[in-house]
């Protein structure tokens, strides 16, 4: 045998090897393309119920946020309406009570007056510090 065929040969070995670790890379490539494939399909199967769900879930809560704003609006013109009645009710009735009220008070006061006049007058009460003269009773004592 000549160099040139054990060259040949070597290659020949070298191709073969290099082939057989092609052919097994490309078997668990396919091995994992097939588990890859059946676990796309099994989320597949599993998210389209739940994104049914959930789509469903959103509409509730669409129709539970109208609902919503249909009550804050009702809760608002009432309170408009109160608001309203309110200050209605101190217009109308206020100015006639403050009246009334002055009125009783007057009423108290004249009648606590009389009660007065039948009784003697009490002397005013004089605060007396010894040494010092008090200014109520300077001003007195001057226009006399």
Same mark, same amino acid.
């Not at 989320?43 to 599993?46: E, K």
């Given at each position: 045998?000549?160099?040139?065929?054990?060259?040949?040969?070597?290659v020949a070995v070298?191709w073969a090897?290099?082939v057989?670790f092609?052919?097994?890379?490309? !078997?668990?490539?396919?091995? +994992?393309?097939r *588990?890859? #494939?059946?676990?796309?399909?099994d =989320?597949?199967?599993?998210a389209v119920?739940?994104?049914?769900?959930a789509?469903s879930?959103?509409?509730?809560a669409?129709?539970?946020?109208?609902?919503?704003?249909?009550?804050?609006?009702?809760?608002?013109?009432v309170?408009?309406n !109160?608001?309203?009645?309110s +200050?209605t009710v *101190?217009? #109308?009735?206020?100015?006639?009570? =403050?009246?009334v009220?002055?009125?009783?008070?007057?009423?108290?006061?004249?009648?606590a007056?009389?009660?007065d006049?039948?009784?003697?007058?009490?002397a005013?009460?004089?605060?007396?510090?010894?040494g010092?003269?008090?200014p109520? !009773?300077?001003?007195?004592?001057?226009?006399?």
């Open positions: 045998m000549s160099g040139g065929e054990v060259a040949g040969i070597l070298f090897i290099l057989s092609l052919a097994v890379a490309l !078997a668990r490539l396919a091995q +994992t393309l *588990a890859t #494939t059946k676990l796309v399909a =989320v597949t199967d599993q119920p739940l994104l049914a769900d789509s879930a959103v509409r509730s669409q129709t539970q946020i109208d609902r919503v704003d249909a009550i804050a609006s009702d809760v608002q013109e309170t408009s !109160a608001s309203a009645l +200050t *101190a217009s #109308t009735f206020g100015g006639p009570l =403050v009246k009220a002055a009125f009783g008070y007057g009423v108290r006061r004249a009648l007056g009389r009660k006049e039948d009784v003697p007058a009490k005013p009460r004089r605060t007396v510090i010894v010092r003269t008090v109520a !009773a300077r001003r007195k004592n001057r226009g006399k």
